[in-house]
């Protein structure tokens, strides 16, 4: 049974969105596959290395540290526990209001930097669909 637990950002702690960019790729990534459902740690690594088509690919040791770092600011909260059929216990994360808010943010940084190398012919321009 998965059990929901909402953390509080540190007392003083940061609440503006803009304040927290620009975001590291990896926390991106870790907030942006977080963003459906809460995951297990083995979860948010393949959902990254999918998500990065196998660019990014995270080690135990630093998804923890990046999953702490973003629980300390307030981006992710534990989602509780649950037993695997292995019987391990597994413990979930979800990105909290605030971390959906900075994710929203950097998506829109990252957007207006795109369109600007786009007008510099450095990428290709979308194709629009009809």
Known sequence: MLML???EPRKGHVTNPKSFLPLNPREFL???VLVDNPRYGYGIVRAVDEQSDGDVRLDPANLYR???RLMRDGLVGGAGTAQSNENERRRFYEITDL???V???EASRLDRLMAGARSKNLIARRQRSL
Request: no cysteine; aromatic share 6%; hydrophobic share 60%.
């Open 5 to 7: 637990i909402q953390l």
């Open 30 to 32: 870790v907030l942006y």
């Open 66 to 68: 990046i999953i702490k």
């Open 99 to 101: 971390g959906r808010s």
């Open 103 to 105: 994710l929203a943010a």
